[in-house]
């Protein structure tokens, strides 16, 4: 099975900068297969990327995401106050669908 | 709009068996551009998907390993809903369960997991 492993662990960051996070998988995953979500405390995670690069429905254009291959990149351009959250990156590709264990996104 | 509710019993005694039910609507479990999905979250195991069903010509199931021997994923078209049972739960099968849609490409393969349900704490405690 595909495990993801996500970095850092924890952002500290202040809004308006910039947050770049990273997946890094155990092989080889087609773009095309990989989303990132955003968790809130008490809610489900929120799609934000599928296809490694293609935002979902009203997510805003300062989120993208890139890579190919084992290495993966969320970029947050500029943050906001409502940016602030877990994000989980997930391969679709290959059952077991799994996700990485996540980066906290804080504010400094 | 898709909307996922789940419903089910917060508590489950220990080798008891864990049942939660996921309705929908605004989609159809028989479509065959979505698959659905149950997934849980602890604070030990982080998010972890348990299987899906889908339909494609043939009702289609896939479990994870780890769950294989304990987990049955159903369909009931006539109520448009999905269920998980998972029998002999232990107190390592606490955690917050949610279903999802995923779509489908063509070729059957998952793009991502695009609507969840609100999610359902289940304690397995005596």
């Known amino acids: 099975e595909i495990v993801l492993t996500q970095s850092p662990g924890t952002l500290s960051l202040s809004p308006g900068e910039r947050a770049t996070l990273s997946c890094r998988a155990s092989q080889s995953v087609a773009s095309a297969y990989l989303a990132w979500y955003q968790q809130k405390p008490g809610q489900a995670p929120r799609l934000l990327i599928y296809?490694?690069?293609s935002r979902a429905t009203g997510v805003p254009d300062r989120f993208s995401g890139s890579g190919s291959g084992t290495d993966f990149t969320l970029t947050i351009s500029r943050l906001e106050p409502e940016d602030f959250a877990v994000y989980y990156c997930?391969?679709?590709?290959?059952?077991?669908?799994?996700f990485g264990q996540g980066t906290k996104l804080e504010i400094k | 709009q898709i909307q996922l509710q789940q419903s089910g019993p917060g508590l489950v005694k220990p080798s008891q068996t864990l049942s939660l039910t996921c309705d929908i609507s605004g989609d159809s479990v028989s479509n065959n551009s979505a698959a659905w999905n149950w997934i849980r979250q602890s604070p030990s195991r982080g998010l972890e998907w348990l299987g899906r069903t889908n339909y494609r010509v043939k009702w289609y199931i896939d479990y994870a390993v780890s769950m294989k021997s304990r987990i049955t994923i159903n369909t009931d078209t006539s109520k448009n809903q999905f269920s998980l049972q998972l029998n002999s739960v232990t107190p390592e099968d606490t955690a917050v369960y949610y279903c999802?849609?995923?779509?489908?490409?063509?070729?059957?393969?998952?793009?991502?997991?695009?609507?969840w349900g609100q999610g359902t704490r289940v304690t397995v405690s005596s």
């Open positions: 296809g490694g690069s």
């Open positions: 999802a849609r995923s779509r489908l490409t063509l070729f059957g393969i998952i793009i991502a997991f695009d609507s």
């Open positions: 997930q391969q679709c590709g290959i059952s077991p669908y799994n």
